[in-house]
C-alpha cells in the first residue's frame, strides 16, 4: 500500500491544522493507521493511533484533548485534527499502517508495515 501525507503547513500558537493520510489499495478498512512525529535530532514518536474500523483510539499524553484521530473508510484516508497548537507540535508528521490490524491500534513504530513520506507542521508567531 502507498500512503499520501498532506495537509501540514504553517500555524500560530493556539491555531488548527488538519492533516491527512490517503492509501491507495481497496482493503483501508483492514489496516490500524497510526501519526507519527519526528523532530529535529529526536526519535519519531507515536502521537495518535487508530483501529480498523475507528472505534479504537490512542493518543500520546503530550496531545490528549487536543488532537483527534479519525478515519473514512470509504475514502481510504485517515485525518489527524491539531488544535491550540503549540510551539513543540512542531514537527515532521507521519502516517503509517499495519496490515491485518484487527479491531486494535498499535503503539510500537516497529509494528507498522508502511509509511508515508510526511508532511511537515510548523508551529510559530
Known amino acids: 500500500v502507498q500512503l499520501q501525507a498532506s495537509g501540514g503547513g504553517l500555524a500560530q500558537p493556539g491555531g488548527s491544522l488538519r492533516p491527512s493520510c490517503t492509501a491507495s489499495?481497496?482493503?483501508?478498512?483492514?489496516?490500524?493507521m497510526g501519526w507519527f512525529r519526528q523532530a529535529p535530532g529526536k526519535e519519531r514518536d507515536l502521537v495518535a493511533a487508530?483501529?480498523?474500523?475507528?472505534?479504537?483510539?490512542y493518543y500520546a499524553d503530550s496531545v490528549k484533548g487536543r488532537f483527534t484521530i479519525s478515519r473514512d473508510n470509504a475514502k481510504s484516508t485517515v485525518y489527524l485534527q491539531m488544535n491550540n497548537l503549540k510551539p513543540e507540535d512542531t514537527a515532521l508528521y507521519y502516517c503509517?499502517?499495519?496490515?491485518?490490524?484487527?479491531?486494535?491500534?498499535?503503539?510500537?513504530?516497529?509494528?507498522?508495515?508502511?509509511w508515508g513520506q510526511g508532511t511537515q507542521v510548523t508551529v510559530s508567531s
Open positions: 487508530i483501529s480498523g474500523s475507528g472505534s479504537n483510539t
Open positions: 489499495g481497496r482493503t483501508f478498512s483492514t489496516y490500524a
Open positions: 503509517a499502517a499495519k496490515s491485518s490490524g484487527g479491531g486494535y491500534y498499535y503503539t510500537r513504530t516497529s509494528s507498522y508495515d508502511y
